[in-house]
């Protein structure tokens, strides 16, 4: 045995006790369906190293990571360049944390990891809406003749749920027909106060970090100019507090494409700040 002190590999601010806490942080690091800079299967990992330099005081939420309840359950295991045995992988560990009456932190990894969240969400919690931050559309209903990627994980979602319960906050980019089908189902929102569109609603937050503009967020596979400010987004995320969230994920961070690591720095303080609303 060494007397250590070691330093801690979980997120800053973590509890040790599982029973005890009302949140799981699950790290899902995947991206076997990348369509342009693959990456973000090493985020989870990163992550977790580059939070020990952030605070675990809150500015915007006067609170403290240590007293919301979270517990950092770490990696899970992914089958590299297999998305249906990933997604199912995903999904069984998603049902057990609600099985236990907690709720999910999920860290990508690339978008089609929300699709497992949602299926595993789906088998304890009903009437829920999905918001989306994201540059991209994510409508597509194939890439390259394949159905299940991270361009398409929205589609994949409205079958299951419905277009209705589908908020799309900071698209910029797409296929023309992917547009149409935003309009045809007006998902896209522009104002924190059309959440309230959900007021009854049980929310689950997906947050891919392209919906931050590249001059904050260089670290993600598809980069898009013309995006919001972390104040921008935090506009929203103090708006949700408000709401019944019941889950949320952080998606998209490839870091190794970053190598000053603000991107990643970034993705710790916004984690930090979802942790809040959850």
């Known amino acids: 045995m060494l007397t250590g002190p070691f330093l801690n590999k979980n997120f800053i601010g973590a509890s040790d006790d599982f029973d005890s806490s009302r949140i799981v942080m699950l790290g ?3 991206d076997g369906t990348c369509t342009n800079r693959p990456g973000a299967r090493f985020a989870p990992q990163q992550i977790r190293i580059e939070s020990v330099g952030i605070e675990e005081y809150s500015v915007y939420f006067d ?10 359950a770490g990696e899970l295991e992914l089958p590299f360049g297999a998305p249906k ?9 998603t049902c057990e944390i609600y099985s236990q009456n907690k709720k999910i932190l999920g860290i990508g990894g690339e978008h089609l990891v929300t699709l497992g969240t949602i299926k595993g969400l789906l088998k304890h919690h ?5 918001v989306q931050f994201d540059a991209h559309t994510d409508l597509r209903a194939h890439y390259l003749d394949i159905e299940l990627t991270h361009s398409g ?3 994949q979602i ?3 749920i419905g ?6 906050v900071g698209i910029r980019s797409g296929e023309k027909e992917e547009f149409e089908l935003m309009k045809k189902h007006s998902t896209r929102a522009f104002n924190p106060n059309e959440l309230e569109r959900f007021k009854d609603k049980k929310i689950f937050v997906t947050i891919d970090l392209d919906v931050l503009d590249p001059s904050i967020m260089s670290g993600t596979g598809t980069p898009e100019a013309g995006g919001f400010s972390y104040r921008e987004l935090m506009e929203w995320v103090l708006e949700l507090k408000k709401y019944n969230i019941i889950g949320a994920d952080i998606v998209e961070l490839a870091p190794d494409l970053d190598i000053t690591r603000v991107s990643t720095a970034t993705a710790c303080k916004l984690i930090r700040e979802v942790l809040n609303i959850l």
């Open 28 to 30: 899902m690091p995947f």
């Open 63 to 72: 609170t403290n990571l240590s007293n919301l309840g979270f517990y950092d």
């Open 85 to 93: 045995e990933a997604l199912d992988i995903i999904e069984k560990n």
């Open 126 to 130: 009903k009437d829920i809406a999905v």
């Open 153 to 155: 994980v929205m589609l």
């Open 158 to 160: 409205a079958k299951l």
């Open 163 to 168: 277009f209705e319960n589908i908020m799309q």
